[in-house]
């Protein structure tokens, strides 16, 4: 009997020690990564699909996304990222408000040891060094020059050679995509002295900016004083557009360039309002957070990458109306 006790005991033990290795053995649970996200603004359409996208791309991605709203409020957004780096995130993902004032951040982020990743909009830092792991952009300085060679053809076609007037509802002087976006179009304007603009005045990237900047041009400038109107959003455009349309200035439809390529602006390029409407999408998130996902895994990180520009004119609309259809059966505004 004393042995049938013994032998059962040491059966008890060796399936206990059977479940304590299988105990550990097992492969602890992997931590949920968490990625922060300093955003510029929300007042404009685009700006609310960016922030859409980074938050369905982080969902798809399995990642924690926690963000912040600066409000365009540059010293906000630099309080909003020492909060988010008091959270202890994985990675940092800022959209800048302006170049100059969102430098502070790479150093904010050596300090905390949490790699930066700045996208859409540029600061006046290097990226590949310390944390500041990579910039993902998109060209606006070719954006620049393309809505600058399109007022060039337009001004050539209309006075048969290339002279005329511009009025600039300009975003934010501050933005990095306005100064970028005003060196590519001086590239091409310092080869038509002719070519001149007359005037120009911040908006705020919203429709009502551009509203109230395009009535005070048209109270300036009677009719043949203006003969091209750039602007630096799709919202900033149709202020501008429902501004002349109010004041009867019909000379002046179709000779409007701008950048956004909000399906309102695409509609208003197929309609011949908007000669010329490049599009920089707001799509960022897979391409920003795989970015930080990749980096933290121990692969090499470009230190810039580009997203593509799009460039819709009333010259093809077909195709303008193609991509149109393309958008508005996803659902999509840009």
């Not at 700045?118 to 060209?139: F, K, V």
């Not at 900033?236 to 109010?246: E, F, S």
């Not at 200035?249 to 701008?258: A, N, P, Q, Y």
């Not at 460039?311 to 508005?328: H, M, N, P, R, W």
Request: charged content about 20%; hydrophobic content about 45%.
């Amino acid at each position: 009997m004393n042995f049938k006790r013994i032998a059962l005991a040491l059966c008890i033990v060796l399936v206990i020690a059977s479940f304590a290795g299988c105990a550990k053995t097992a492969e602890p649970a992997a931590k949920e990564r968490v990625i922060a996200y300093a955003q510029a603004e929300l007042v404009n359409a685009w700006r609310v699909t960016n922030q859409k996208d980074m938050e369905s791309q982080a969902a798809a991605l399995g990642v924690k996304l926690i963000s912040a709203d600066a409000n365009q409020d540059p010293s906000k957004q630099l309080a909003d990222v020492e909060s988010l780096l008091a959270q202890k995130p994985d990675a940092l993902i800022v959209a800048p408000l302006e170049s100059e004032a969102l430098v502070p951040v790479v150093q904010m982020a050596n300090d905390a040891g949490v790699p930066l990743f700045i996208i859409d909009r540029t600061i006046n830092a290097e990226p590949g060094t310390g944390m500041y792991i990579s910039e993902i952009t998109q060209s606006h300085k070719a954006s620049g020059k393309i809505l600058a060679e399109s007022a060039v053809a337009l001004l050539t076609a209309k006075y048969g050679e290339p002279k005329g007037n511009v009025v600039h509802v300009q975003g934010m002087a501050g933005a990095s995509p306005v100064i970028d976006a005003n060196e590519g179009w001086a590239e091409v304007m310092a080869q038509y002295p002719n070519i001149k603009e007359v005037a120009v005045a911040d908006a705020g990237f919203t429709k009502q900016g551009g509203m109230t900047v395009m009535q005070d041009f048209l109270q300036r400038f009677p009719v043949g004083q203006i003969d091209i109107v750039r602007s630096d959003y799709s919202d900033m455009t149709m202020g501008a557009l429902d501004a002349i349309k109010a004041a009867g200035r019909t000379e002046l439809l179709g000779f409007v360039v701008g950048e956004g390529g909000h399906i309102k602006a695409i509609e208003a390029v197929i309609a011949g309002e908007i000669a010329t409407e490049t599009q920089t999408p707001p799509y960022f998130g897979a391409k920003a957070i795989q970015s930080a996902l990749d980096y933290l895994d121990g692969k090499t990180i470009e230190t810039r990458q580009q997203v593509d520009v799009k460039v819709f004119s009333a010259t093809d609309k077909a195709a303008a109306q193609t991509y149109l259809d393309g958008i508005k059966a996803a659902g999509l505004e840009f």
